[in-house]
């Protein structure tokens, strides 16, 4: 058996790291490529980030989470979440309001452009936007998105390096 082993045992560990890899990659984390610009200035296009697939599996959204969800059939989406089940969220004079109440959003730079009317979210749904308000298509477009759609929530940024660590968002 040791002879074996010491033959072996190179193939053994690299075969038991790439079995872990999978199902850290299947269950906990999932790499993700940032697409456009609709999370400046949090994220930028192409940046690589790290999502927590297993978070939402012990835990409920929460307003500020930034998730990744399933938006089209091809397309998965990164925005923030705004509305949560039984809120009413709607857009006027430049910021978002959550049941009457102006969001108060640190992360944003300048006034959202446009109206949007009241729009109640339904159990099982989420309101998101993108940071990037003026550039973003989110649940002003898309209507609130279904619970069963999200991925993960973003947790780490992993390239560029000079930006690499947990992602840090206001809540």
Not at 68 to 97: C, M, N, S
Not at 115 to 132: A, E, I, K
Request: aromatic residues 8%; hydrophobic residues 40%.
């Amino acid at each position: 058996m040791g002879k074996w082993l010491r033959k072996n045992g190179v193939t053994m560990c690299l075969l038991v790291t790439v079995l872990l890899l999978l199902i850290i990659r299947s269950f906990v984390l999932a790499p993700y490529i940032v697409h456009g610009q609709s999370m400046l200035p949090l994220l930028n296009t192409e940046e690589r980030i790290l999502v927590n697939t297993w978070v939402y599996q012990v835990d409920q959204p929460h307003y500020g989470d930034v998730i990744v969800f399933q938006a089209t059939k091809k397309e998965k989406y990164i925005k923030r979440v705004i509305g949560l089940p039984g809120d009413t969220v709607e857009i006027k004079h430049g910021f978002v309001y959550r049941n009457g109440k102006r969001v108060k959003e640190p992360y944003l730079v300048g006034k959202i452009m446009g109206v949007t009317p009241p729009t109640h979210v339904s159990l099982g749904h989420l309101y998101v936007l993108g940071d990037n308000r003026n550039n973003s298509k989110d649940s002003r477009q898309l209507g609130p998105i279904s619970v069963h759609s999200v991925v993960g929530r973003a947790d780490w940024v992993i390239t560029p390096f000079n930006r690499f660590g947990e992602l840090t968002t206001a809540r």
